[in-house]
């Protein structure tokens, strides 16, 4: 078992022996509904990753029970009723519902459920902070939108989701949604790339796991929180030629990173933590059942020079600042304006010559 002085200390967290003693007596029942209403919730997170790793419990993803903790917290602490309704239905009515229908193709990254709160954070703000001008949601004008995404525009337009389905579920007047660009960092050049890529391949004193993942960010311009999602399986080796499958047809690995790989993949089964060792992550976590958190490996991957995102624009030509356009749909919709070539924008960034774009998707 690797670090066994940490499991002695998890153990000899008071909450922990109550909490075991009270499910081997079935004082509290062993089911999710249960377990979720214990206020310590960093020790019954564990414990039911534990659980469901041994299929003592049935497997839920793990991101959205801790969001669903999260939003009961969240609403209680709410002291206008109002408010409290408003954010209620959005979250059970849109929310949990998109993160239910993601969670049934893949387990939800930590980025989908900090972006789900922050969006349910920023809603509860405009609730506040229209109240602060003497308006409602039913009542808000055009110039109420106009002045919130003025100030701190790349918080707040966290919002916009919530303004969306207030005006879809007609809670609120059909208005425009202002939109302003922000700022995203530029790709790697071609020359920046292949300096750190040198540098991480001849770098034999850092880990082998981040010597890995700093090539495959480098190699194939896929985020980190995508990487470390990857399976042991994911990785296809004949013998002659290794294979990541980021799609189909997989991509091939060019030397000397496959057989960075290959020395990886001899080494995991020593590295795999106890808590692990029955799962197929290519970069398994400390936690029961989960990846390595991203994270973990940010400070590792800045010093040569490595980018969390994207480290060069995607094979495809595609740069991921731009979104495809939306169908075109007979009803009308709330969707974030754009204003055409050679107007005014409706709310244009300091200093700003050209109309912005949000890009942030």
Same mark, same amino acid.
């Given at each position: 078992?690797?670090?066994?002085?940490?499991?002695?200390?998890?153990?000899?967290?008071?909450?922990?022996?109550? %909490?075991? $003693?009270?499910?081997? @007596?079935?004082?509290?029942?062993?089911?999710?509904?249960?377990?979720?209403?214990?206020?310590?919730?960093?020790?019954?997170? !564990? %414990?039911?990753? =534990?659980?469901?790793?041994?299929?003592?419990?049935?497997?839920?993803?793990?991101?959205?029970?801790?969001?669903?903790?999260?939003?009961?917290?969240?609403?209680?602490?709410?002291?206008?009723?109002?408010?409290?309704?408003?954010?209620? !239905?959005?979250?059970?009515?849109?929310?949990?519902?998109?993160?239910?229908?993601?969670?049934?193709?893949? *387990?939800?990254?930590?980025?989908?459920?900090?972006?789900?709160?922050?969006?349910?954070?920023?809603?509860?703000?405009?609730?506040?902070? =229209?109240?602060?001008?003497?308006?409602?949601?039913?009542?808000?004008?055009?110039?109420?939108?106009?002045?919130?995404?003025?100030?701190? !525009?790349?918080?707040?337009?966290?919002?916009?989701?919530?303004?969306?389905?207030?005006?879809?579920?007609?809670?609120?007047?059909?208005?425009?949604?202002? !939109?302003?660009?922000?700022?995203?960092?530029?790709?790697?050049?071609?020359?920046?790339? =292949?300096?750190?890529?040198?540098?991480?391949?001849?770098?034999?004193?850092?880990?082998?796991?981040?010597?890995?993942?700093?090539?495959?960010?480098?190699?194939?311009?896929?985020?980190?929180?995508?990487?470390?999602?990857?399976? @042991?399986?994911?990785?296809?080796?004949?013998?002659?030629?290794?294979?990541?499958?980021?799609?189909?047809? *997989?991509?091939?690995?060019?030397?000397?990173?496959?057989? =960075?790989?290959?020395?990886?993949?001899?080494?995991?089964?020593?590295?795999?933590?106890?808590?692990?060792?029955?799962? $197929?992550?290519?970069?398994?976590?400390?936690?029961?059942?989960? *990846?390595?958190?991203?994270?973990?490996?940010?400070?590792?991957?800045?010093?040569?020079?490595?980018?969390?995102?994207?480290?060069?624009?995607?094979?495809?030509?595609?740069?991921?600042?731009?979104?495809?356009?939306?169908?075109?749909?007979?009803?009308?919709?709330?969707?974030?304006? $754009?204003?055409?070539?050679?107007?005014? *924008?409706?709310?244009?960034?300091?200093?700003?010559? @050209?109309?912005?774009?949000?890009? @942030?998707?």
């Amino acid at each position: 078992m690797d670090r066994p002085k940490g499991r002695l200390v998890w153990l000899n967290n008071p909450p922990v022996p109550a %909490l075991l $003693r009270d499910l081997a @007596t079935g004082n509290i029942a062993l089911t999710h509904e249960a377990i979720q209403q214990e206020p310590s919730w960093r020790t019954t997170a !564990y %414990l039911r990753d =534990l659980l469901m790793e041994c299929d003592v419990l049935p497997r839920q993803d793990r991101r959205l029970l801790l969001f669903r903790r999260w939003l009961a917290e969240r609403l209680a602490a709410i002291t206008d009723p109002e408010h409290e309704q408003f954010l209620r !239905y959005f979250a059970h009515w849109h929310q949990l519902r998109k993160l239910r229908v993601k969670a049934d193709t893949g *387990p939800l990254s930590v980025s989908t459920a900090s972006e789900h709160r922050q969006q349910i954070t920023q809603a509860g703000a405009f609730l506040t902070w =229209l109240t602060h001008r003497g308006s409602t949601p039913a009542t808000a004008t055009q110039a109420d939108l106009d002045a919130w995404h003025t100030e701190n !525009y790349a918080t707040r337009h966290a919002a916009q989701p919530f303004l969306r389905w207030c005006m879809d579920t007609q809670r609120m007047p059909r208005l425009a949604i202002p !939109y302003q660009a922000t700022a995203n960092p530029l790709p790697l050049g071609q020359h920046q790339r =292949l300096t750190a890529l040198r540098c991480v391949l001849g770098n034999e004193t850092a880990p082998l796991r981040v010597r890995v993942a700093a090539g495959l960010v480098l190699l194939f311009a896929q985020p980190l929180t995508r990487v470390v999602r990857l399976t @042991t399986g994911d990785v296809l080796d004949d013998g002659q030629q290794v294979h990541l499958r980021l799609g189909d047809p *997989p991509s091939p690995l060019p030397e000397p990173v496959a057989a =960075l790989v290959r020395g990886y993949l001899r080494s995991l089964p020593a590295h795999v933590p106890a808590v692990n060792l029955s799962t $197929r992550w290519l970069f398994p976590g400390r936690r029961p059942g989960q *990846p390595m958190n991203p994270n973990s490996l940010l400070g590792p991957l800045r010093d040569p020079g490595v980018p969390a995102q994207r480290a060069r624009t995607p094979p495809s030509g595609i740069s991921s600042s731009r979104r495809p356009p939306r169908r075109s749909s007979p009803r009308p919709s709330a969707t974030t304006t $754009r204003p055409p070539p050679g107007s005014s *924008p409706r709310l244009a960034a300091p200093g700003a010559d @050209t109309p912005p774009g949000d890009h @942030t998707r």
